[in-house]
């Protein structure tokens, strides 16, 4: 079947795309019968494709236009992909990142804690209320705020939320410079 399906591919000029698919409706007994090997193949075929001439062919390409604000936003956002987190001896500000202890409590029971959690001031991706908390305190600080609890068994109460910083830092951006260029490419 392979040799004749190959042969009727090359006699009518098709082009398949995927192994095709057989319908075998007649077998021959035997070498000496008479009847011959009838077989429908099904096949998804490539298409016949005429490609146009080219020659004269005008193509307009649209201008890009890159503004000053354009540029500066790219290498300040390069900066930040290239910055590093170095410790400083200061109190916590927004955009800086600070590691810190948790311990919520409700009724004088902690119901949840978590030590160590690196979190970025002003990101408001935890409780509502830790941004204003750490804002202003130094390593080695801790302070209590009254919170929602957004996951766990007690979600959605009320809960004292007492928080320490063990240390904070602050993203050292690099110079724009040659060096930052080669770093950068």
């Given at each position: 079947?392979?040799?004749?399906?190959s042969?009727?591919?090359?006699?009518?000029?098709?082009?398949?795309?995927?192994?095709?698919?057989?319908?075998?409706?007649?077998?021959?007994?035997?070498?000496?019968?008479?009847?011959?090997?009838?077989?429908?193949?099904?096949?998804?075929?490539?298409?016949?494709?005429?490609?146009?001439?080219?020659?004269?062919?005008?193509?307009?390409?649209?201008?890009?236009?890159?503004?000053?604000?354009?540029?500066?936003?790219?290498?300040?956002?390069?900066?930040?992909?290239?910055?590093?987190?170095?410790?400083?001896?200061?109190?916590?500000?927004?955009?800086?990142?600070?590691?810190?202890?948790?311990?919520?409590?409700?009724?004088?029971?902690?119901?949840?804690?978590?030590?160590g959690v690196?979190?970025?001031?002003?990101?408001?991706?935890?409780?509502?209320?830790?941004?204003?908390?750490?804002?202003?305190?130094?390593?080695?600080?801790?302070?209590?705020?009254?919170?929602?609890?957004?996951?766990?068994?007690?979600?959605?109460?009320k809960?004292?939320?007492?928080?320490?910083?063990?240390?904070?830092?602050?993203?050292?951006?690099?110079?724009?410079?040659?060096?930052?260029?080669?770093?950068?490419?």
């Amino acid at each position: 079947v392979p040799e004749l399906y190959s042969q009727a591919l090359e006699t009518k000029k098709i082009h398949p795309m995927a192994q095709p698919e057989f319908d075998v409706q007649a077998v021959p007994e035997s070498a000496k019968d008479d009847t011959k090997l009838k077989f429908t193949a099904t096949v998804e075929r490539r298409p016949d494709i005429e490609l146009p001439e080219l020659d004269g062919m005008e193509l307009e390409v649209a201008k890009a236009e890159v503004t000053d604000e354009d540029v500066n936003k790219r290498l300040e956002a390069l900066r930040q992909r290239f910055g590093t987190l170095v410790s400083v001896d200061r109190p916590a500000a927004k955009g800086d990142y600070a590691n810190i202890d948790l311990s919520a409590e409700i009724d004088g029971e902690v119901v949840d804690s978590q030590e160590g959690v690196s979190y970025e001031l002003g990101s408001a991706t935890m409780l509502d209320g830790l941004d204003e908390a750490l804002d202003g305190l130094s390593a080695g600080e801790e302070t209590t705020f009254e919170g929602t609890l957004e996951a766990g068994d007690h979600e959605g109460e009320k809960a004292q939320v007492k928080v320490k910083v063990n240390s904070v830092k602050a993203d050292e951006l690099p110079e724009l410079d040659d060096d930052f260029a080669s770093e950068a490419s």
